[in-house]
């Protein structure tokens, strides 16, 4: 955000009528750690490369070069790799 917008928003925070309470969370809203940007990395590199392998196994399995992953071993796969 540029100090404009930064300003802008402090007036505009300044203008509300908080209680104690309102206050409190919406600071512990402002310091909250954002979510951690390595994980949500690994977690999109994650799923295109599971959507490709699954394309890729899906068309081996309709020209009858592989077998199917079924679900229980796809969710075991997830789990194994800390997904669920």
Same mark, same amino acid.
């Given at each position: 955000m540029t100090t404009l917008a930064l300003?802008?928003?402090?007036?505009?925070?300044?203008?509300?009528?908080?209680?104690? *309470? +309102?206050?409190?969370?919406? =600071?512990?809203?402002?310091i909250e750690p954002q979510a951690d940007d390595a994980k949500t990395a690994r977690?999109?590199?994650?799923? *295109? +490369?599971?959507?490709?392998? =699954?394309l890729r196994e899906v068309e081996d399995a309709?020209?009858?070069?592989?077998?199917?992953?079924?679900l229980d071993e796809f969710e075991e796969e997830l789990r194994k790799d800390g997904i669920l």
């Open positions: 300003n802008n928003l402090w007036t505009y925070i300044q203008g509300l009528s908080l209680k104690q *309470k +309102e206050r409190e969370w919406l =600071a512990s809203k402002l977690q999109k590199a994650y799923v *295109k +490369e599971t959507l490709t392998r =699954a309709k020209r009858g070069k592989t077998k199917m992953m079924t």
